[in-house]
C-alpha cells in the first residue's frame, strides 16, 4: 500500500506539472516526451500481453517498427500540427504503419502469424494513437481545463466510485471481469466526476467573465460522458488481461503495475473527451 501511494503522488504530481508546463513551449515537448515514453512502455506492455512476442527467439520486427512508427508520430505532433491536420496525420500514420507490417509479414513469411501482425496495429492505436489525445487536448482553448477533465472523469471517478462501493455497494456490476465493481459505486463515480467537472466550470468562468458560453452545461455533460466511458475503459483493458490469464500487464509502477494499469481508463477516455471538447467548447455550440 506504501509503494502504491507513494507512486500515485509522484504520477499525479508529474501529471499537475506537465499540464501547467505546457502552457510554453518547452512545457509541451516535455508533456508530449512524457506521453512518448509512457506509449512506447504501454506498446510494448500490451504487445506482450497479446502473445504477440510469443515464440520469437530473434528480435521482432513488429515491434521494433510499433516503436519507430510511434516516435515518429509524436514527432510529427510536436512540429507538424502547423503545417497540416493533425487528424488526418493520425490516419495517415495508422495506415502507414498497417502497410508496413502487413509488408514485413509478406516479407518473413511464415515467421509471422497473421494474429500477431493485426495485435500490433491494434496496439498502435490503443495506446500510442489514443494516448496522444492528452497532448492534442491541451493544446485546444481552455486547454488546461480540458487537460484536468480528462483526469477527473476518470481517476477521480475511479477514486468516488471505490468509496461509493465500499460505503454502498450491494449489486455487482461485472462479477467475472471485476468482483470488487458494484453498481453503486459505479453510480457514485460518475456522480462524484460530473460535480467536480462543474465546479472547474464554474472556476473557468470565474476567470474567463467575457465568456458567454455555458461551460457549466457543457462540462457537465463531458463529466456524464466521459466518467461513464472510463469505466468501461477500465473494464475492457481487464477483458483483455482476462482473455490472456495475467495479473498485471507490466511492474514499472510500483503498487500500480504497469502503463496500461494505471493508464487503462485515461487511454480509453480521452479521445472522447477531446472530441466533446471540440464539439461542445472550442465550437461554442451551446454557448
Known amino acids: 500500500m506504501k509503494q502504491r501511494v507513494i507512486s500515485g503522488f509522484v504520477i499525479g504530481a508529474v ?20 506521453l512518448l515514453v509512457c506509449s512506447l512502455i504501454g506498446y510494448s506492455e500490451l504487445c506482450a500481453a497479446c502473445k504477440v512476442t510469443e515464440g520469437l527467439k530473434k528480435g521482432n520486427a513488429l515491434l521494433y517498427f510499433g516503436y519507430a512508427g510511434t516516435v515518429i508520430y509524436y514527432l510529427g505532433l510536436f512540429f507538424l500540427g502547423d ?3 493533425l487528424d488526418f496525420y493520425t490516419l495517415v500514420m ?22 500477431q501482425v493485426m495485435t500490433a496495429v491494434f496496439a498502435f492505436i490503443y495506446c500510442p494513437v489514443l494516448m496522444s489525445f492528452i497532448y492534442r487536448a491541451r493544446l485546444l482553448p481552455y486547454g488546461l481545463y480540458i487537460y484536468a477533465l480528462i483526469f477527473f472523469t476518470t481517476w477521480i471517478c475511479d477514486t468516488c466510485a471505490y468509496f461509493s462501493g465500499v460505503a454502498f455497494g450491494r449489486h455487482k456490476m461485472a462479477p467475472v471481469l471485476s468482483p470488487k465493481k458494484t453498481v453503486e459505486g459505479s453510480v457514485g463515480g460518475i456522480a462524484g466526476s460530473t460535480v467536480l467537472c462543474f465546479l472547474l466550470s464554474l472556476l473557468l468562468k470565474m476567470r474567463n467573465p467575457q465568456e458567454q458560453a455555458r461551460f457549466g452545461l457543457a462540462f457537465i455533460l463531458i463529466g456524464l460522458i466521459g466518467s461513464a ?13 482476462r482473455d490472456h490469464k495475467i495479473k498485471d500487464y507490466g511492474n514499472c509502477i510500483p503498487g500500480h503495475g504497469g502503463i ?11 479521445p472522447i473527451i477531446y472530441f466533446l471538447a471540440e464539439l461542445l467548447v472550442k465550437s461554442k455550440l451551446i454557448g
Open 229 to 241: 466511458v472510463s469505466e468501461i475503459g477500465d473494464l475492457a483493458a481487464s477483458a483483455i488481461k
Open 260 to 270: 496500461m494499469d494505471r493508464f487503462d481508463s485515461v487511454i480509453f477516455t480521452t
Open 15 to 34: 501529471t499537475v506539472f506537465a499540464g501547467f508546463a505546457a502552457e510554453y513551449e518547452a512545457g509541451r515537448i516535455f508533456l508530449g516526451m512524457v
Open 83 to 85: 503545417l497540416i491536420s
Open 94 to 115: 495508422i495506415v502507414l504503419l498497417l502497410l508496413t507490417l502487413m509488408g514485413v509479414y509478406v516479407i518473413t513469411f511464415p515467421r509471422f502469424h497473421c494474429n
